[in-house]
C-alpha cells in the first residue's frame, strides 16, 4: 500500500538558518503530494502541493519539488522565523478507486528559537 | 466564511460510555474524513465518505460510528468498545470525488477527547 516516511524529529534550529525535512513516498501511479502545517493546539492547514512529477509547490518561503526518480518531496525553506515552529506533515493522495484518502507522514517538530 | 467546525473542543468520558463528536462544514465539499492522532505519530483514517448515505471504513475503524445524512454534516460516535480512545480527532472535508488526486484536504481545530 501506499506510504510516506518523513525525516525523525524533533528538528531545533536558529532564527533565519536554512530547513530541510526530508519526505520519501511508496505508492503505484501518480500521486499528489502535500506538505500540512500543525501549530499547536489546532487542525491541519496546507502548506503547499504538487500533483505531478517535477512540480515544484511553493509557499511562504517554504519550497518542495516532486522527484518522481527518486520518490521524494522534500520541504526546505531559507530562512526560518520563530513563526515556523510547528508541526509539518507531508502526505500523498494516490490515483486508484479509493481517491481522496491520503496518507500521512508522522509528522516532523520544528522549534525555532530567536 | 466557509470552513469546517468540530465541537466540542475538549470532552471528557467516563470508562463504558458512547460519545458523539461532531463535524460540520459550509464548503460544499463532498467527501469527509475523520482521522486520530496520537503523541509523536502520524494521522489514522477512521472512516470517511464521498458522498451522502455512504462511507467506508479507514484503517482503524473498529470501535467507531459514523452516519452521512446531510453533505454537511459527519458525526463520530466513540463507542465502549474503543479500547483506548484518549486522542485528538481530526475531521476533515474535500472535493475530491471519484478518482481524482488533486485536492487539498481541509481540517478542522480538533476535538481533545479523554478518557477519564
Known amino acids: 500500500g501506499d506510504s510516506v516516511t518523513q525525516m525523525e524529529g524533533p528538528v531545533t534550529l536558529s532564527e533565519e538558518a536554512f530547513l530541510t525535512i526530508n519526505c520519501t513516498y511508496t505508492a503505484t501511479g501518480y500521486p499528489s503530494l502535500f506538505w500540512y502545517v500543525q501549530y499547536p493546539g489546532e487542525g491541519l492547514q496546507l502548506l503547499l502541493k504538487?500533483?505531478?512529477?517535477?512540480d515544484k509547490g511553493s509557499n511562504k518561503g517554504f519550497e518542495a519539488t516532486y522527484r518522481k526518480e527518486t520518490t521524494s518531496f522534500h520541504l526546505e525553506k531559507g530562512s526560518v522565523q520563530v513563526s515556523d515552529s510547528a508541526v509539518y506533515f507531508c502526505a500523498l493522495s494516490g490515483f486508484n478507486t479509493n481517491a481522496g484518502k491520503s496518507t500521512f507522514g508522522d509528522g516532523t517538530t520544528l522549534t525555532v528559537k530567536p | 466564511d466557509g470552513g469546517i467546525t468540530q465541537s466540542p473542543k475538549y470532552l471528557f468520558r467516563k470508562e463504558g460510555q458512547n460519545v458523539t463528536l461532531s463535524c460540520e462544514q459550509n464548503?460544499?465539499?463532498?467527501?469527509m474524513y475523520w482521522y486520530r492522532q496520537d503523541p509523536g505519530q502520524g494521522l489514522r483514517l477512521i472512516y470517511y465518505?464521498?458522498?451522502?448515505?455512504?462511507?467506508q471504513k479507514g484503517d482503524i475503524a473498529e470501535g467507531y460510528s459514523v452516519s452521512r445524512e446531510k453533505k454537511e454534516s459527519f458525526p463520530l460516535t466513540v463507542t465502549s468498545a474503543q479500547k483506548n480512545p484518549t486522542a485528538f480527532y481530526l475531521c476533515?472535508?474535500?472535493?475530491?470525488?471519484?478518482?481524482?488526486?488533486?485536492?487539498?484536504?481541509?481540517f478542522g481545530p480538533g476535538t481533545r477527547l479523554t478518557v477519564l
Open positions: 504538487a500533483t505531478k512529477a517535477d
Open positions: 476533515a472535508s474535500s472535493t475530491q470525488r471519484g478518482t481524482a488526486n488533486t485536492d487539498t484536504q481541509y
Open positions: 465518505s464521498q458522498i451522502v448515505n455512504d462511507f
Open positions: 464548503l460544499n465539499h463532498d467527501a
